[in-house]
């Protein structure tokens, strides 16, 4: 079954209007100069910089992501952002779920699965995010959080098309630090088996998972060439349009 690697790049709270904009613009002439790239590529800056880098991306094959929305369409909700509002500025897609978000805001997995429901209702895909604390995996728990992640965070009709997976160990992300390629392909493997589970196993077989924490040019290879690795969530190395676009060249897309 092949599934198209898709990577993201998550900007997080970086950026303000002339930056943001020079680097959707080099994003997009990196991409334009790889031809025909076998992998899907997609951007997500934060709320204030959707408009303009739309505008930036138009023509190129790079989609356009928020990192959090509500799950409500509309309504008394100051300071929140909804699925229909980011439909409406030109995204596709919406991170949810990310372990910061998690960790700063308390979100859990029911509010996660209500807000991918909210966004999937809108027609806006999903990436959910994943991934064991440091003490989780020191514990031996890495598998079993993943797991009951995955089942409280995912909605019980995700398909292939309007749900990405992103399994990013906390301790990763940021850090420089990265799991050995057998432990990410264990979790990768593992969190397909949930997924054909939940979803039954030809959903399973076309949803990407992706890998994030740390990834950079130098371990894209490695870590893109796993089974069950069909992309990448990437931070900070997505501040450089240079570092984000050799990320897909040399994962071999
Ligand atoms: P990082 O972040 O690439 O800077 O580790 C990844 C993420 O949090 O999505």
Not at 37 to 53: A, I, N, Y
Not at 59 to 71: F, P, T
Not at 106 to 128: C, P, Q, S, Y
Not at 182 to 204: C, F, I, M, N, T
Request: proline share 4%.
């Amino acid at each position: 079954m092949a599934r198209k690697k898709l990577i993201a790049g998550n900007w997080k709270m970086n950026g303000l209007l002339a930056d943001g904009v020079e680097l959707a613009k080099n994003v997009v002439l990196q991409v334009k100069a790889m031809g025909k790239p076998q992998c899907e590529f997609l951007v997500c800056p934060p709320f204030t910089l959707l408009t303009s880098v739309k505008k930036a991306l138009r023509g190129a094959k790079v989609a356009l992501g928020a990192q959090d929305c509500h799950m409500a369409e509309k309504g008394a909700h100051t300071g929140d952002i909804s699925p229909l509002m980011l439909k409406d500025l030109g995204c596709t897609y919406v991170i949810l779920g990310h372990s910061e978000r998690r960790a700063d805001h308390g979100e859990t997995d029911e509010l996660v699965r209500a807000k991918a429901e909210a966004a999937h209702k809108v027609g806006l895909k999903t990436v959910i995010c994943i991934g064991e604390t440091l003490a989780q995996r020191d514990a031996g728990k890495a598998v079993e959080v993943c797991r009951n992640q995955i089942l409280g965070s995912v909605p019980a009709d995700s398909n292939a098309t309007d749900t990405v997976i992103a399994y990013e160990p906390v301790w990763a992300i940021g850090t420089g630090k990265v799991p050995t390629t057998a432990d990410v392909e264990e979790v990768h493997a593992a969190v397909r088996k949930v997924l054909a589970q939940k979803l039954g196993k030809s959903v399973a077989n076309k949803m990407r998972i992706l890998y994030g924490g740390s990834v950079k040019p130098g371990n894209a290879k490695e870590l893109l060439s796993l089974p069950d690795v069909d992309g990448a969530l990437i931070g900070g190395a997505s501040l450089k349009a240079e570092d984000f676009v050799a990320i897909a060249k040399n994962g071999t897309c």
